[in-house]
């Protein structure tokens, strides 16, 4: 299954904000460290000012006399370094604590969720001790111990992380907002290169690309429109090559009909004659030939229907004199004369063609000819079906445009271009010569319909009219 597609716009947003969760978690990490550390430290520092004091009672009973005997006193330095979880304890050298000191949690050190209290225990280890000895001159008299309270530790830390992640919170809402309408601006020059494309993409080869900002895009947009320029030239060149190889094509095709019907037409009409006559003597002289006689005859006059259909189809009736109506009307009354009423030709003509230039007339006829014979000889249909339409122009900026429809109830191919073989290829040549476009519909149970849709050139000026025949 393919991945589905994202907008640009918002795959970036979606990597800002994974950036920004990282930092974010970087951050959470940092305050989570930092607080353990700070911990850490007041920690040793208070443990290192409960020795200090301690070691001064000593000294204070030792070296004066009369001085009352309260040792450890811890009440003299909890008054300046007590604070909300602390705990200071004196620990004698048997291991035993004479005298500890705690204040309470404060309340807003209650508030920690459990998942919190249970990652923070276990990547640190809250409510360590910490101890400083308490020493009076070489020797070692216990030591002062100093902890925070676990609770309260991670209600601190939990406090902090969680100020730390609403400003998070709110700042990268804000980042993404101000990033999305930058992505936004700054790739909006993507719907004119889409847009180009598009058109491109459409056939129309005229289409470029405004100059834009960005290096990147302008350098997209030079290319495009060289890409764009030079497929207008070549198309150019091309059509002109097509035009000139059909002109070509069909004097070669009316010099190929001349020459069958002076060369070959005569010959056939001289058999024809001489097995006449002969078979006239042959009745009187010798009756045994004369069924030879009348075989060479009917022969000769198959050979020359035969010969009448070939050169129709090479040097189709004058379209400038007749008119595109009375000729394809012809085209298809001489194939329903042929084809014996296994196939029933029809026309539906709609629209007024007189006005249509000879060259363009006569390329129409040689579409529809062509692709009423493919349908004829390949499709295997009991219908099929001409529709000519003239369509008047729906905008100023566009050109009226002849439609060609053949319709066919036969077997439509898998591949059309198969079927068809180089017929296809020569009528989508000449229509794409005429600025035109070629398409198959196969999507009924049975038969095709091949439309070509051919823009009228200027000088015609179409009228509206509606006719039908058959």
Same mark, same amino acid.
């Given at each position: 299954?393919?991945?589905?597609?994202?907008?640009?716009?918002?795959?970036?947003?979606?990597?800002?904000?994974?950036?920004?969760?990282?930092?974010f978690?970087?951050?959470? !990490?940092? *305050?989570?460290?930092?607080?353990d550390?700070?911990?850490?430290?007041r920690?040793?520092w208070i443990?290192?000012v409960?020795?200090?004091?301690?070691?001064?009672?000593?000294?204070?009973?030792?070296?004066?006399?009369g001085?009352?005997?309260q040792?450890?006193?811890?009440?003299?330095v909890?008054?300046?370094?007590?604070?909300?979880?602390?705990?200071?304890?004196?620990?004698?050298?048997?291991g035993?604590?004479?005298q500890?000191?705690?204040?309470?949690? !404060?309340?807003?050190?209650?508030?920690?969720?459990?998942?919190? !209290?249970?990652l923070?225990q276990?990547?640190?280890?809250?409510?360590?001790e910490?101890?400083?000895?308490?020493?009076?001159?070489?020797?070692?008299?216990?030591?002062?111990?100093?902890s925070?309270?676990?609770?309260?530790?991670?209600?601190?830390?939990?406090?902090?992380?969680?100020?730390?992640?609403?400003?998070?919170a *709110?700042?990268?809402?804000?980042?993404?907002?101000?990033?999305?309408?930058?992505?936004?601006?700054?790739?909006?020059?993507?719907?004119?290169?889409?847009?180009?494309?598009e058109? +491109?993409?459409?056939?129309?080869?005229?289409?470029?690309?405004?100059?834009?900002?960005?290096?990147?895009?302008?350098?997209?947009g #030079?290319?495009?429109?060289h890409?764009?320029g030079?497929?207008?030239?070549t198309? /150019?060149?091309?059509?002109?090559?097509?035009?000139?190889?059909?002109?070509?094509q069909?004097?070669?095709?009316?010099?190929?009909?001349?020459?069958?019907?002076?060369?070959?037409?005569?010959?056939?009409?001289?058999?024809?004659?001489?097995?006449?006559?002969?078979?006239?003597?042959?009745q009187?002289?010798?009756?045994?030939?004369l069924?030879?006689?009348?075989?060479?005859?009917?022969?000769? !006059?198959?050979?020359?229907d035969? +010969?009448?259909?070939?050169?129709?189809r090479?040097r189709?009736?004058?379209?400038?004199?007749?008119?595109? /109506?009375?000729?394809?009307?012809?085209l298809?009354?001489?194939?329903?004369?042929?084809?014996?009423?296994?196939?029933?030709?029809?026309?539906e003509l709609?629209?007024?063609?007189?006005?249509?230039?000879?060259?363009?007339?006569?390329s +129409?006829?040689?579409?529809a000819?062509?692709?009423?014979? #493919?349908? /004829?000889?390949? /499709?295997q249909?009991?219908?099929?079906?001409?529709?000519?339409?003239?369509?008047?122009?729906?905008?100023?900026?566009?050109?009226?445009?002849?439609?060609?429809?053949v319709?066919?109830?036969?077997?439509?191919?898998?591949?059309?271009t198969?079927?068809f073989?180089?017929? +296809?290829?020569?009528?989508?040549?000449?229509?794409?010569?005429?600025?035109?476009?070629l398409?198959?519909?196969?999507?009924?149970?049975?038969?095709?319909?091949?439309?070509?849709r051919i823009?009228v050139?200027?000088?015609?000026?179409?009228?509206?009219?509606?006719?039908?025949?058959?």
């Amino acid at each position: 299954m393919p991945a589905p597609k994202l907008d640009l716009k918002f795959r970036l947003f979606l990597r800002v904000v994974a950036l920004a969760g990282l930092c974010f978690a970087a951050a959470a !990490a940092y *305050v989570l460290f930092e607080t353990d550390r700070s911990a850490r430290a007041r920690a040793d520092w208070i443990a290192e000012v409960v020795a200090k004091d301690l070691a001064l009672q000593q000294g204070q009973s030792h070296w004066i006399k009369g001085a009352p005997n309260q040792f450890p006193d811890l009440q003299r330095v909890a008054a300046a370094i007590m604070a909300p979880g602390l705990c200071i304890a004196y620990r004698a050298q048997n291991g035993e604590i004479l005298q500890r000191l705690c204040s309470g949690a !404060a309340p807003d050190d209650t508030g920690a969720p459990q998942f919190f !209290a249970d990652l923070y225990q276990r990547l640190f280890d809250a409510g360590r001790e910490s101890a400083r000895p308490v020493s009076f001159g070489k020797e070692a008299h216990g030591e002062a111990v100093a902890s925070i309270d676990r609770q309260s530790l991670i209600g601190q830390s939990w406090r902090e992380t969680s100020r730390l992640a609403v400003i998070m919170a *709110v700042a990268l809402v804000g980042l993404c907002v101000l990033v999305y309408a930058a992505l936004a601006d700054a790739l909006r020059p993507t719907r004119a290169i889409r847009a180009g494309l598009e058109r +491109l993409a459409a056939g129309d080869l005229s289409a470029r690309l405004p100059p834009f900002d960005l290096a990147e895009l302008s350098a997209v947009g #030079n290319v495009f429109n060289h890409l764009a320029g030079s497929l207008e030239t070549t198309l /150019a060149e091309r059509q002109a090559l097509t035009q000139r190889l059909i002109v070509v094509q069909d004097e070669e095709r009316q010099h190929l009909a001349r020459e069958l019907h002076d060369e070959f037409g005569q010959c056939l009409a001289a058999i024809g004659a001489v097995a006449a006559s002969a078979g006239q003597t042959a009745q009187q002289e010798c009756p045994a030939l004369l069924s030879e006689c009348q075989s060479i005859a009917r022969t000769a !006059a198959h050979m020359m229907d035969a +010969l009448r259909g070939a050169l129709l189809r090479l040097r189709p009736p004058d379209v400038d004199e007749l008119g595109l /109506a009375a000729s394809l009307q012809g085209l298809v009354a001489g194939w329903n004369t042929r084809g014996g009423g296994r196939t029933r030709f029809s026309i539906e003509l709609s629209g007024e063609f007189g006005a249509l230039p000879p060259d363009f007339a006569a390329s +129409l006829y040689r579409v529809a000819q062509e692709a009423i014979t #493919n349908a /004829a000889k390949h /499709a295997q249909a009991s219908r099929v079906t001409l529709r000519l339409g003239m369509q008047e122009a729906a905008g100023p900026d566009q050109r009226a445009h002849i439609e060609i429809d053949v319709d066919d109830d036969g077997k439509a191919a898998a591949d059309a271009t198969v079927r068809f073989g180089m017929g +296809l290829l020569g009528m989508r040549e000449r229509i794409t010569a005429l600025g035109g476009g070629l398409s198959m519909d196969t999507s009924r149970p049975r038969g095709l319909v091949l439309r070509a849709r051919i823009p009228v050139p200027p000088a015609a000026t179409p009228a509206c009219e509606t006719r039908y025949a058959a």
